[in-house]
C-alpha cells in the first residue's frame, strides 16, 4: 500500500514533465512531509483519546495507584510510541534505499524513541517513589535520594544511546571512549555522588526523618523533604532552609526526635539568690514556713531530726553556728521540688531536680531541672513560664531576693537616699 502511494506520487510530479529521477526523489520529499504530517496528527488523536477516554476510566477505579500513572503522564507518553514507529515503518517499507533525508528522519525517530522509554521508565519511578510515601515507612526510610540517583544514570544512559544513535556506533565503544573523561564526570556529578553516599548513611542509621526537628546552622525546623543533594527545613518563621545531604554526615547536627518520643521536654533554667539573704531560720521563721502546706511535713520532719541529731551529740544550740539548722534557701529548694511533684504539667517518669550551683559573682544558682508533659512548642513555653512565674513571685516568702544587676535608676536612687 505504501509503495503504491510512493508510485502514485511519481506518476503525479511526471506529470509536470520532469525527469524520471526527479520526480520519484520530488515524490519521496513529499511522502516523508505527508507521514511527518500524518503521524503529527495520529500524535496528538492518541494523547486526546488517552487523556480523556483512559484517564476518565482510570479515576472511577477505586484503586488510587493507577491515579498514580496517570498524574506521572505514563500513558501520555506511552502515546509518543505509536507515530514513531509509524514513521519508522513505512520509511524503512517506502524507502529501502534511504535518501539523505529519510536517513535522517529514521536516526531522529530512534532518538525519540529512546527519550520516549527513558520518559516512560521515569514516569513508573515516579510512580512507584509516590505509593512508596503514602506507606508509614516512607518517613523513616526515605528512598527519593535512591530514586533520584536511578533518574541520573537513566539520562547519563538516554545521552550515551542518543550519542550512539547520531554517530552509528555501538555503545561498547562509546563507553570504552568516555574512560578518558571519568574525572571530569566525577568532578561534575561530586555533589550527587556524595549526598547518595550520605542519602544511605542517613537512612541506614536512621539519623534523619520526615518530620524531625532539627538544628544545623540557620536551619532550625521540621525536615520536609530528604533529597539527593540536599535536605529541607522549615524553619518556625516558615522560611526554607536547604543542607547539603553529606553535611549531615560529616558535621554535627541536633536531632530533636529523642525528645518528642520521650515522656516530655526538658526545662533546665537557673535563678541567681543573692547570698546575702541566705540566713539560718530562726523559730519565728520556721513557725511561719510551716504555713506553706507544700512543705509542711518537710520541716517537721527535718526538725525532729535535727533536734536528735544535737541532742544525741550533745550540741549548745545557743550558737547558731554549733550543730545543725535548717536555712532559707534549704526550705526554699524542698518547696520547689515539692511544687514540681504536685504539678500536672510535668512528667513525674523523668528526673525533677532542684539543686545549688557553684556561686558566683553574682550570686547562688539554683537550677530547676524537670521535663514538661506537653512537647509541643506553645504549650511548654506557657508551662514553663507559668512555672517561673510563681517562682519569682514565691521567693520573697522565703525571705530570699534575686540576684539583679543595679540600674542606672536604682543607682539614682540609691544616690537621691544618700542625699537625704
Known amino acids: 500500500m505504501i509503495k503504491s502511494y510512493l508510485d502514485y506520487l511519481t506518476q503525479l510530479v511526471q506529470k509536470t514533465n520532469i525527469s524520471q529521477a526527479t520526480a520519484y526523489d520530488s515524490a519521496q520529499i513529499i511522502a516523508l512531509i505527508s507521514l511527518i504530517l500524518a503521524s503529527t496528527l495520529l500524535f496528538f488523536i492518541s494523547k486526546w483519546l488517552i487523556k480523556k477516554v483512559l484517564g476518565n476510566l482510570i479515576r472511577r477505579t477505586e484503586n488510587k495507584y493507577d491515579d498514580f500513572l496517570l498524574n506521572y503522564h505514563f500513558a501520555e507518553?506511552?502515546?509518543?510510541?505509536?507515530p514513531i514507529y509509524l514513521t519508522r515503518g513505512c520509511i524503512e517499507a517506502a524507502i529501502p534505499e534511504f535518501t539523505g533525508l529519510a536517513s535522517a528522519i529514521l536516526t531522529l525517530t530512534k532518538v525519540f524513541e529512546i527519550i520516549t522509554y527513558i520518559g516512560i521508565i521515569m514516569s513508573v519511578i515516579d510512580t512507584l517513589q509516590a505509593i512508596y510515601n503514602t506507606k508509614d515507612v516512607s518517613k523513616t526510610r526515605p528512598m527519593k535520594g535512591v530514586s533520584q540517583v536511578i533518574k541520573i544514570i537513566l539520562v547519563i544512559a538516554c545521552i550515551l544511546l542518543v550519542i550512539a544513535a547520531f554517530t552509528n556506533r555501538?555503545?561498547?565503544s562509546i563507553l570504552l571512549g568516555l574512560g578518558t573523561l571519568s574525572a571530569v564526570l566525577m568532578l561534575i556529578f561530586k555533589d550527587s555522588i556524595l549526598g547518595f553516599v550520605g542519602g544511605i548513611q542517613l537512612t541506614v542509621n536512621?539519623?534523619?526523618?520526615?518530620g524531625d526537628w532539627i538544628v544545623k546552622g540557620e536551619a532550625d525546623g521540621t525536615v520536609i523533604d530528604i533529597g539527593l543533594t540536599t535536605v529541607k527545613v522549615q524553619n518556625w518563621?516558615?522560611?526554607?532552609?536547604t543542607i547539603p545531604t553529606y553535611s549531615l554526615v560529616t558535621d554535627p547536627f541536633t536531632n530533636w526526635r529523642g525528645m518528642s518520643e520521650s515522656a516530655g521536654?526538658?526545662?533546665?533554667?537557673?535563678i541567681t539568690i543573692d547570698a546575702d539573704s541566705v540566713k539560718f531560720c530562726t523559730p519565728e521563721m520556721l513557725e511561719r514556713f510551716k504555713k506553706y502546706q507544700l512543705v509542711n511535713r518537710y520541716i517537721t520532719d527535718t526538725e525532729a531530726d535535727i533536734d536528735k541529731f544535737n541532742k544525741e551529740n550533745g550540741i549548745d544550740t545557743s550558737n547558731l553556728v554549733n550543730g545543725r539548722r535548717q536555712t532559707n534557701i534549704g526550705i526554699f529548694r524542698a518547696y520547689l521540688v515539692e511544687f514540681l511533684n504536685t504539678n500536672p504539667n510535668i512528667s513525674k517518669e523523668l528526673t525533677i531536680l532542684v539543686r545549688q550551683q557553684a556561686p558566683t559573682e553574682s550570686g547562688i544558682p539554683i537550677q530547676v531541672y524537670c521535663f514538661s508533659a506537653e512537647k509541643e512548642w506553645i504549650a511548654y513555653e506557657k508551662i514553663q513560664s507559668d512555672i517561673f512565674d510563681h517562682i519569682f513571685a514565691v521567693i520573697p516568702e522565703f525571705?530570699?531576693?534575686?540576684?539583679?544587676?543595679?540600674?542606672?535608676?536604682?543607682m539614682e536612687k540609691g544616690f537621691e537616699a544618700l542625699n537625704n
Do not use: G
Not at 536512621?206 to 520526615?210: A, K, S
Not at 518563621?237 to 532552609?241: E, S
Open 77 to 82: 507518553r506511552m502515546s509518543f510510541l505509536i
Open 170 to 172: 555501538d555503545l561498547k
Open 206 to 210: 536512621d539519623m534523619v526523618r520526615i
Open 237 to 241: 518563621d516558615n522560611t526554607i532552609a
Open 265 to 270: 521536654r526538658r526545662i533546665s533554667r537557673s
Open 399 to 410: 525571705d530570699l531576693r534575686v540576684y539583679q544587676k543595679p540600674s542606672s535608676n536604682s
